[in-house]
């Protein structure tokens, strides 16, 4: 009898954020922005992280908003792949 694998649809993490800069061909460095609650103090923070994400039609630029979600790894930072452009950076 032959087995039959069942593919199983994990939820992948999706983020929004902000088009740093453009490294290289078909890569782009997103800024995303959150808020953290200290555990002490009770204080809302900022964070900012940045993620390396892979972009196949090279179409984003410096200030686009971009939805990036979760990948196989592409390369050795790139994690990431835009999924779509939500804002276009006014010239």
């Known amino acids: 009898m032959a087995e039959t694998q069942q593919v ?6 999706r983020f929004t954020g902000e088009v740093t800069s453009v490294s290289g061909a078909k890569s ?3 800024a ?5 609650l200290h555990a002490l ?3 809302y923070l900022n964070r ?3 993620y390396m ?13 971009v939805v990036i979600e979760e990948c196989r790894p592409m ?17």
């Open 41 to 43: 103090y009770r204080k």
């Open 48 to 50: 900012t992280l940045r």
């Open 75 to 91: 390369s050795t930072r790139k994690r990431w792949r835009v999924v779509k452009t939500v804002e276009k950076a006014t010239a």
């Open 32 to 36: 995303v922005k959150k808020r953290v």
């Open 53 to 65: 994400a892979h972009d196949e039609a090279s179409t984003c630029g410096v200030g686009d908003t």
């Open 28 to 30: 782009v460095v997103v």
């Open 8 to 13: 199983v649809n994990k939820t992948r993490r």
